[in-house]
């Protein structure tokens, strides 16, 4: 896999019992590295950051109010700091001085929610935290699932996004 020079992961946990932070920025390369080879960029061509916070359900809640005006807590929120043209624009052939900063953006995923639904699903929570991970990744890279060609190209990129993590597979 790329050098993970290219890659900047900021984690801000403020949950009082999620202790795998480590491995979710391990997770959050691999994720971001597979995604950015989809989208046919070079991954080497920029330093991508981005920021993943682990937080409450309460704190998610408070957080997606504000933002959304929707008062009740979600699993996971994205916040991309460029719109979908923007990201669709980034040339893959200029050649830099260094690596030029490209910062995507925030995730928040409710720790609380994430281990709730991998006990409904039967599933680990560290599986589902990854799950949640690719797909903040993926709105944050300009993806979204507002019509159904969109939702299944999302799918199926998460699919193999999370096939490839799991593996560990460049």
Sequence with gaps: ??????????????????????????????????IIKQMKIDPEQFQWEVSIGIVTDDEIRSINKKFRNIDKSTDVLSFPLMESDEIDAIPDTIVYVGLPLMTLGDILISYD?????????????????????????????????????????????????????????A
């Excluded at 993970?4 to 949950?15: G, Q, V, Y």
């Excluded at 935290?129 to 507002?146: N, P, S, T, Y």
């Design 1 to 34: 896999m790329v050098a993970e020079r290219c890659f900047s992961i900021l984690l801000d946990i403020s949950h009082p019992t999620f202790d795998s932070g480590r491995l979710l920025e391990s997770q959050a390369v691999c994720s971001l590295y597979h």
């Design 113 to 169: 929610t994430t281990v709730s639904q991998a006990a409904d699903r039967k599933i680990p929570a560290g599986e589902r935290l990854l799950e949640l991970l690719i797909h903040g990744l993926l709105h944050l890279m300009g993806f979204d699932h507002e019509n159904e060609d969109d939702r299944n190209k999302m799918e199926t990129m998460e699919e193999d996004i999370f096939n490839k993590c799991m593996n560990n597979s």
